[in-house]
């Protein structure tokens, strides 16, 4: 239990992070999704996994919340290291579709968010 609760406020804190720099103009989801970062996000990726996968592993019963997450983390750093490609056209295009700047921050930063209010409530939303 103690650990779900440790992964639902990583996943706040890291939301609040990315908020933070972005009020001094600092844009770090921006910076991380460089091609020349790729190994610093690809590292971001992993470090979730296995945190992820060491919480999914250690609780009882099997909570598929964090199960779901460590999914996402998973294809993440698949998608990194199979699809390079692919993934950075993606973000390529999705910044022609959109004029805001910092867009991707602002959707990284409610992702992160509900992630970590959906970790800290999933006992109640699993029956434990």
Request: charged share 15%; proline share 2%.
């Given at each position: 239990?103690?650990?779900?609760?440790?992964?639902g406020y990583l996943y706040l804190f890291y939301a609040i992070l990315i908020l933070s720099l972005l009020t001094f103009n600092y844009h770090l989801v921006g910076w991380l999704i460089m091609q020349k970062?790729?190994?610093i996000y690809i590292r971001l990726e992993a470090f979730f996994v296995f945190i992820t996968a060491f919480?999914?592993?250690?609780?009882?019963?099997?909570?598929?919340?964090?199960?779901?997450?460590?999914?996402?983390?998973?294809?993440?750093?698949?998608?990194l290291l199979f699809n390079a490609?692919?993934?950075?056209?993606?973000?390529?295009?999705?910044?022609?579709?959109?004029?805001?700047?910092?867009?991707?921050e602002l959707l990284t930063v409610f992702t992160l968010t509900l992630s970590g209010f959906l970790v800290l409530y999933s006992p109640l939303i699993i029956g434990s």
């Open positions: 239990m103690h650990m779900i609760i440790l992964l970062n790729k190994k919480v999914l592993f250690n609780s009882s019963p099997l909570n598929w919340v964090v199960g779901i997450l460590m999914l996402f983390h998973l294809i993440g750093v698949g998608t490609d692919s993934f950075y056209g993606s973000i390529e295009e999705f910044y022609e579709l959109t004029s805001q700047k910092n867009i991707l």
